[in-house]
Protein backbone atom coordinates (compact mmCIF):
# COMPACT_ATOMS: atom_id res chain seq x y z
CA UNK A 1 0.00 0.00 0.00
CA UNK A 2 0.72 3.49 -0.83
CA UNK A 3 0.09 6.83 0.19
CA UNK A 4 -1.25 8.54 -2.41
CA UNK A 5 -2.86 12.09 -2.89
CA UNK A 6 -7.09 11.87 -2.52
CA UNK A 7 -7.78 15.16 -3.10
CA UNK A 8 -6.40 18.99 -2.72
CA UNK A 9 -8.06 22.10 -2.14
CA UNK A 10 -5.08 24.27 -3.95
CA UNK A 11 -4.18 27.82 -2.86
CA UNK A 12 -7.46 28.88 -0.34
CA UNK A 13 -6.53 31.68 1.42
CA UNK A 14 -6.49 31.63 5.11
CA UNK A 15 -9.22 33.54 6.45
CA UNK A 16 -8.48 33.52 10.34
CA UNK A 17 -5.84 32.43 12.60
CA UNK A 18 -7.38 31.29 16.16
CA UNK A 19 -4.70 30.13 18.51
CA UNK A 20 -7.17 29.81 21.34
CA UNK A 21 -9.46 26.99 19.78
CA UNK A 22 -7.46 23.62 20.89
CA UNK A 23 -6.93 22.58 17.36
CA UNK A 24 -7.33 22.10 13.64
CA UNK A 25 -8.30 23.59 10.41
CA UNK A 26 -12.02 25.02 10.27
CA UNK A 27 -13.21 24.72 6.32
CA UNK A 28 -16.45 25.54 4.52
CA UNK A 29 -17.99 22.41 3.99
CA UNK A 30 -18.94 22.89 -0.08
CA UNK A 31 -15.05 23.03 -0.46
CA UNK A 32 -14.53 19.98 1.01
CA UNK A 33 -17.18 17.90 -0.49
CA UNK A 34 -15.67 19.47 -4.16
CA UNK A 35 -12.27 17.63 -3.09
CA UNK A 36 -13.92 14.62 -1.35
CA UNK A 37 -12.09 15.54 1.98
CA UNK A 38 -14.26 14.29 5.70
CA UNK A 39 -14.64 15.64 8.59
CA UNK A 40 -12.33 14.67 11.23
CA UNK A 41 -9.83 13.63 8.40
CA UNK A 42 -6.26 14.10 8.76
CA UNK A 43 -4.77 16.81 6.14
CA UNK A 44 -1.26 17.89 5.29
CA UNK A 45 -1.21 21.79 4.80
CA UNK A 46 1.35 23.35 2.70
CA UNK A 47 1.71 27.26 3.23
CA UNK A 48 2.96 28.54 -0.34
CA UNK A 49 3.77 32.12 1.91
CA UNK A 50 6.38 30.52 4.17
CA UNK A 51 6.78 26.96 2.96
CA UNK A 52 5.65 25.62 6.51
CA UNK A 53 3.95 22.43 5.93
CA UNK A 54 1.88 20.54 8.74
CA UNK A 55 -0.86 18.13 9.58
CA UNK A 56 -4.39 18.41 11.78
CA UNK A 57 -7.52 16.65 11.16
CA UNK A 58 -10.86 18.73 9.35
CA UNK A 59 -13.72 20.50 11.55
CA UNK A 60 -16.44 21.68 9.29
CA UNK A 61 -17.51 25.63 9.83
CA UNK A 62 -20.52 27.00 8.24
CA UNK A 63 -21.43 26.47 4.99
CA UNK A 64 -20.72 28.96 2.16
CA UNK A 65 -18.84 30.87 4.61
CA UNK A 66 -15.70 30.39 2.57
CA UNK A 67 -13.84 29.93 5.78
CA UNK A 68 -10.44 28.50 6.22
CA UNK A 69 -9.74 29.30 9.79
CA UNK A 70 -6.18 27.45 11.05
CA UNK A 71 -6.64 26.76 14.92
CA UNK A 72 -4.65 25.72 18.37
CA UNK A 73 -0.75 25.43 16.82
CA UNK A 74 -1.52 25.18 13.89
CA UNK A 75 -2.76 29.16 13.75
CA UNK A 76 1.26 29.69 14.49
CA UNK A 77 2.08 28.48 11.03
CA UNK A 78 -0.16 30.94 8.80
CA UNK A 79 -1.74 34.13 8.63
CA UNK A 80 -4.70 35.56 7.32
CA UNK A 81 -4.29 35.95 3.36
CA UNK A 82 -2.23 33.49 3.45
CA UNK A 83 -2.56 31.29 0.47
CA UNK A 84 -2.30 27.51 1.26
CA UNK A 85 -2.46 23.98 -0.38
CA UNK A 86 -5.10 21.28 1.85
CA UNK A 87 -4.31 17.81 0.63
CA UNK A 88 -6.01 14.63 2.02
CA UNK A 89 -4.68 10.58 1.45
CA UNK A 90 -5.57 7.64 0.93
CA UNK A 91 -3.64 3.77 1.23
CA UNK A 92 -3.88 2.23 -2.19
CA UNK A 93 -2.61 -0.77 -3.28
CA UNK A 94 -0.49 -0.04 -6.55
CA UNK A 95 -2.59 -2.02 -8.76
CA UNK A 96 -5.27 0.55 -8.14
CA UNK A 97 -3.42 3.47 -9.31
CA UNK A 98 -5.59 3.93 -12.72
CA UNK A 99 -8.78 3.75 -10.97
CA UNK A 100 -8.13 6.94 -8.45
CA UNK A 101 -9.25 10.36 -9.83
CA UNK A 102 -8.49 12.79 -7.32
CA UNK A 103 -10.57 15.88 -7.40
CA UNK A 104 -8.34 19.06 -7.24
CA UNK A 105 -10.03 22.37 -6.49
CA UNK A 106 -8.54 25.94 -7.20
CA UNK A 107 -9.78 29.21 -5.38
CA UNK A 108 -9.22 33.00 -6.17
CA UNK A 109 -8.64 35.40 -3.51
CA UNK A 110 -12.12 35.56 -1.96
CA UNK A 111 -11.92 31.87 -2.06
CA UNK A 112 -14.42 31.37 -4.62
CA UNK A 113 -13.87 28.44 -6.83
CA UNK A 114 -11.92 29.11 -9.80
CA UNK A 115 -11.27 25.56 -11.31
CA UNK A 116 -12.71 21.99 -10.70
CA UNK A 117 -9.56 19.41 -11.85
CA UNK A 118 -9.04 15.86 -11.80
CA UNK A 119 -5.71 14.02 -11.80
CA UNK A 120 -5.49 10.95 -14.33
CA UNK A 121 -2.58 8.10 -14.09
CA UNK A 122 -2.87 5.24 -17.41
CA UNK A 123 -0.87 2.93 -18.54
CA UNK A 124 0.95 3.22 -21.71
CA UNK A 125 1.19 0.45 -24.49
CA UNK A 126 4.44 -0.24 -22.75
CA UNK A 127 2.80 -0.28 -19.54
CA UNK A 128 4.27 2.74 -18.13
CA UNK A 129 2.86 5.46 -16.21
CA UNK A 130 1.28 8.55 -17.46
CA UNK A 131 0.26 11.25 -15.69
CA UNK A 132 -2.73 14.02 -16.90
CA UNK A 133 -4.17 16.93 -15.27
CA UNK A 134 -7.71 16.78 -16.58
CA UNK A 135 -10.21 20.05 -16.59
CA UNK A 136 -13.57 19.53 -16.09
CA UNK A 137 -14.52 18.70 -19.20
CA UNK A 138 -12.09 15.98 -18.84
CA UNK A 139 -9.81 17.43 -21.36
CA UNK A 140 -6.07 17.75 -20.62
CA UNK A 141 -4.34 20.67 -19.57
CA UNK A 142 -0.49 21.22 -19.83
CA UNK A 143 1.75 19.94 -16.90
CA UNK A 144 4.69 22.19 -15.71
CA UNK A 145 8.05 21.31 -16.82
CA UNK A 146 11.80 22.01 -16.07
CA UNK A 147 13.22 23.01 -18.90
CA UNK A 148 16.70 23.68 -18.76
CA UNK A 149 18.11 26.92 -20.63
CA UNK A 150 21.96 25.78 -20.87
Keep these: MRKIVAGKLHGIH ?9 GSITLDPDHC ?16 NSGA ?32 IVCNSIYLDEA ?12 DQDNNILDRLSYSVDLDPDGRYCFSILD ?3 EALAIPALVSGA
Excluded at 33 to 48: D, H, Q
Excluded at 68 to 80: D, F, K, M, Y
Excluded at 96 to 107: M, W
Design 53 to 84: RISTYVILGERGSRCCILNGAAARTCQPGDQI
Design 136 to 138: EAD
Design 96 to 107: HITSLKPRIVTF
Design 33 to 48: EEAGILPMEFVEIWNK
Design 14 to 22: VTEANLDYH
